[in-house]
């Protein structure tokens, strides 16, 4: 047995094939090609075994690496803590870690610390609100599934800052005097929906801004007029889903973008044509087949099924983004990381999440995750958590 028939990424017929290697992103290409090549053949038999390794999901060092980095309440990053946390909470809620009471505790009082007297949290302790460290800190509290988490938030302060930013084309400034993008969009209306504080003035005119980026190829840039890229893809339509709009996005050459993201030898995902493949997108990308599901099932068409590999997705993560001391990796020349551990994970659960019955996940039983809310990615527990919590809010 050789790799090529127990895999079905890493296959020679996938390889890139030119005869010198006549460009540096050619080269990059094909050097990536060879680490993930290497990797696979890791699992190949040792000098008396006849069998291949199937790949293993290491749990115990994943849940170790991202614990003892939350534990330190790490200071680097300075104006993204709450990213940290988010990162680091969001990959242990899926590692199927209880919190203690202390741990919860901890994460809220800090948390609170980076909320801004005006609304909205900043990246770190006395910091300006941004929208992106909202988004972190609000769903980094949703995923605690505490109400002392939950009742930190200062809903209405909240409300004000996100309409604050809001501009009358639609668009979301990322803060105060700051850059307009995508991220901006579906920060705020992700954390407006979660604590149910959305209203009319926080869209005007927002479905049409975020269609304005949908670009030739299909996928969305970060504004009007930019290349399509993975993230802000997956911002555009987490805010149409959100919006209840997803079928104003031109479906047919969205799909097509999407699916000739997914590379063949590698088995992961790329973030824009031409680029070379990395983990974090294996979420990114991943979850917009998921998003297209949603809207086509609203409106009572059929739905995608397997639109992508999914178990060749599950290959890459594995095989060739595990870090051998926990963590996950962009790609096998990469250091691990809290956010490719955060968005490795989140990806392997959208791709097991294809696999109702759980019989043919990669790495069998060990490797099973907990399903996970395409549109905000916590889990969905953690989602019916924080819903049903605000729902009791608004009915008191
Ligand atoms: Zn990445």
């Given at each position: 047995?050789?790799?090529?028939?127990?895999?079905?990424?890493?296959?020679?017929?996938?390889?890139?094939?030119?005869?010198e290697?006549?460009?540096?992103?050619?080269?990059?290409?094909?050097r990536?090609?060879d680490m993930?090549?290497?990797?696979?053949?890791?699992?190949?038999?040792?000098?008396?075994?006849?069998?291949?390794?199937?790949p293993f999901?290491?749990?115990?060092?994943?849940?170790a690496?991202?614990?003892a980095d939350?534990?330190?309440c790490?200071?680097?990053?300075?104006?993204s803590r709450?990213?940290?946390?988010?990162?680091s909470?969001?990959?242990?809620?899926?590692?199927n870690?209880?919190?203690?009471?202390?741990?919860?505790?901890?994460i809220?009082?800090?948390?609170?610390?980076?909320?801004?007297p005006?609304?909205?949290y900043?990246?770190g302790?006395?910091?300006i609100?941004h929208?992106?460290?909202?988004?972190?800190?609000v769903?980094?509290?949703?995923?605690?599934?505490?109400?002392e988490a939950?009742?930190?938030?200062n809903r209405?302060?909240?409300?004000?800052?996100l309409r604050?930013?809001?501009?009358?084309?639609g668009?979301?400034i990322?803060?105060?005097?700051?850059e307009?993008?995508?991220?901006?969009?579906?920060?705020?209306l992700a954390?407006?929906k979660?604590?149910?504080?959305?209203?009319?003035?926080?869209i005007?005119?927002?479905?049409?801004?975020i269609?304005?980026?949908?670009?030739?190829?299909?996928?969305?840039?970060g504004?009007p007029?930019?290349?399509?890229?993975g993230?802000?893809?997956f911002?555009?339509?987490?805010?149409?889903?959100?919006?209840?709009?997803?079928?104003?996005?031109?479906k047919?050459?969205?799909?097509?973008?999407?699916?000739?993201?997914?590379m063949?030898?590698?088995?992961?995902?790329?973030?824009?044509?031409?680029?070379?493949?990395?983990?974090?997108?294996?979420?990114?990308?991943?979850?917009?087949f998921?998003l297209?599901?949603?809207?086509?099932?609203?409106?009572?068409?059929p739905?995608?099924?397997?639109?992508?590999?999914?178990?060749?997705?599950?290959?890459?993560?594995?095989?060739?983004?595990?870090d051998?001391?926990?963590?996950?990796r962009?790609k096998p020349?990469?250091?691990?990381d809290?956010?490719?551990?955060?968005?490795g994970?989140?990806?392997?659960a959208?791709?097991?999440?294809?696999?109702?019955?759980?019989?043919?996940?990669?790495?069998?039983e060990?490797a099973?995750?907990?399903?996970i809310?395409?549109?905000?990615?916590?889990?969905?527990?953690?989602e019916t958590f924080?819903?049903?919590?605000?729902?009791?809010?608004?009915s008191?």
């Amino acid at each position: 047995m050789n790799a090529n028939v127990l895999f079905r990424s890493f296959q020679e017929k996938f390889q890139l094939c030119i005869e010198e290697r006549t460009t540096p992103t050619l080269a990059s290409q094909i050097r990536v090609e060879d680490m993930c090549q290497d990797e696979a053949q890791k699992l190949g038999p040792k000098e008396d075994e006849k069998e291949w390794k199937m790949p293993f999901f290491d749990r115990d060092h994943h849940l170790a690496y991202t614990f003892a980095d939350l534990s330190k309440c790490p200071t680097y990053l300075d104006a993204s803590r709450p990213w940290l946390c988010y990162w680091s909470v969001h990959s242990l809620n899926l590692l199927n870690h209880t919190f203690s009471h202390d741990m919860k505790s901890k994460i809220v009082t800090f948390l609170k610390t980076c909320e801004s007297p005006e609304g909205g949290y900043g990246g770190g302790p006395g910091q300006i609100p941004h929208l992106a460290p909202t988004y972190a800190a609000v769903l980094a509290l949703a995923t605690l599934r505490c109400e002392e988490a939950l009742a930190s938030i200062n809903r209405e302060t909240l409300a004000n800052f996100l309409r604050s930013v809001h501009q009358t084309d639609g668009s979301y400034i990322m803060h105060t005097g700051g850059e307009v993008d995508m991220r901006g969009v579906y920060c705020a209306l992700a954390v407006a929906k979660l604590t149910k504080i959305l209203d009319q003035s926080m869209i005007e005119n927002t479905p049409e801004w975020i269609i304005s980026c949908q670009t030739y190829e299909g996928g969305f840039g970060g504004e009007p007029g930019t290349e399509a890229h993975g993230g802000y893809t997956f911002c555009a339509m987490g805010a149409l889903t959100i919006l209840g709009k997803a079928k104003l996005a031109e479906k047919d050459s969205l799909l097509k973008w999407l699916s000739n993201r997914q590379m063949r030898f590698e088995g992961g995902f790329c973030g824009r044509s031409n680029k070379l493949v990395d983990a974090c997108y294996s979420f990114w990308q991943g979850a917009v087949f998921r998003l297209i599901d949603m809207e086509l099932e609203k409106e009572e068409q059929p739905t995608l099924g397997l639109a992508f590999d999914t178990r060749a997705l599950e290959e890459y993560l594995l095989i060739c983004c595990q870090d051998p001391r926990g963590g996950f990796r962009d790609k096998p020349d990469r250091p691990r990381d809290l956010y490719h551990t955060c968005y490795g994970l989140s990806g392997l659960a959208v791709a097991q999440s294809y696999d109702e019955s759980k019989q043919l996940i990669l790495g069998g039983e060990a490797a099973c995750l907990p399903p996970i809310d395409p549109v905000l990615n916590i889990t969905a527990e953690s989602e019916t958590f924080a819903s049903s919590y605000f729902e009791r809010l608004l009915s008191r």
